[in-house]
């Protein structure tokens, strides 16, 4: 049973791709992360000895610290944190219990170069509708929550990536792009080792919204026309993306936790006399 100040796996995986997740800290020591370069998703890596530094960006937000094993080094970190003013709990039993339950660990290998603030930075065309709505969102929640994204004129993407040392994403020729069958976030799913049952769910939706083969899902043809709609309503993209991500947690929750769910009407024979 996990203490007061400390948070079970269970509970935490509950959190992990949603918008209720708390920062997390990997304060693994560098021996401790290169004998499993791998995270928690959504998780950032930083040094013990310096996390009182985070101390006025984490001001009013929930912390979730984890070593190895979820002992010393992430118990005086947190508790250094919480020295601070922070919410700052323990994972319990740290990154080994989170791998040994067979959850989804996030290739950290496959990140991008991070830019002076700790942030990836991806680029991409101008007016999203699906693919590259749902590769932000994927991004944001599983790889790196402070990921900035530049909506730029189609022509332009490989000039700005070049100059603004950005990741270009959903284009072609590209590493992060459609591949055969599958579209670009099912090459994020895959490339960043964060396959779940409810990704792999999402993901056949997303596919086939994108791709024009409602045949995949019954959801996609209904993923297509909402994004349809958000591309209409908002004429910046930034603040399409961000009525975006409403759409994709709702979706997310329903992937994970709802598709056995029906609704009909009437619900009973007796509902129907009333």
């Known amino acids: 049973m996990a203490s007061y100040n400390e948070i079970s796996v269970p509970t935490l995986a509950r959190l992990v791709g949603t918008p209720e997740c708390p920062v997390l800290l990997d304060v693994r020591t560098e021996e401790d992360f290169q004998a499993d370069p791998r995270s928690i998703p959504s998780s950032y890596r930083y040094n013990y000895l310096n996390v009182a530094d985070l101390a006025e ?47 989804p660990m996030l290739a950290t290998a496959k990140l991008p170069v991070a830019d002076d603030q700790g942030r ?51 284009v072609q020729d590209v590493f992060w792009s459609h591949r055969g069958e599958h579209c ?42 909402v994004s349809l709609g958000l591309s209409r309503m908002y004429r910046d993209d930034l603040a399409q993306l961000e009525a975006g991500f409403m759409l994709y947690d709702a979706f997310y929750r329903w992937a994970r936790d709802a598709t056995e769910e029906g609704h009909d009407w009437p619900t009973s024979s007796t509902q129907s006399k009333l």
Not at 57 to 73: A, D, E, P
Not at 87 to 97: I, K, N, R, S, T
Not at 143 to 153: I, M, R, T, Y
Not at 205 to 218: E, I, S, W
Request: charged share 25%; proline share 4%.
């Open 57 to 103: 960006q984490l001001n009013g937000k929930s912390v979730v610290v984890y070593c190895q094993k979820g002992l010393k080094i992430s118990q005086g970190a947190a508790a250094i944190l919480r020295c601070k003013g922070i919410d700052a709990e323990v994972l319990q039993g740290g990154q080994f219990a989170w791998r040994d339950a067979t959850l």
């Open 184 to 225: 670009t976030f099912d090459t994020m799913i895959e490339e960043f080792g964060i396959r779940s049952d409810a990704l792999n769910r999402l993901a056949t939706v997303v596919r086939g919204a994108d791709t024009d083969k409602h045949h995949l899902a019954p959801e996609a043809a209904g993923l297509l026309a």
């Open 120 to 170: 990836t930075v991806w680029v991409t065309k101008h007016r999203p509708k699906v693919d590259r709505i749902a590769c932000p969102w994927l991004i944001r929640r599983f790889v790196d929550p402070n990921a900035q994204f530049l909506f730029v004129a189609p022509s332009q993407v490989e000039n700005v990536a070049e100059r603004f040392n950005a990741t270009p994403f959903d």
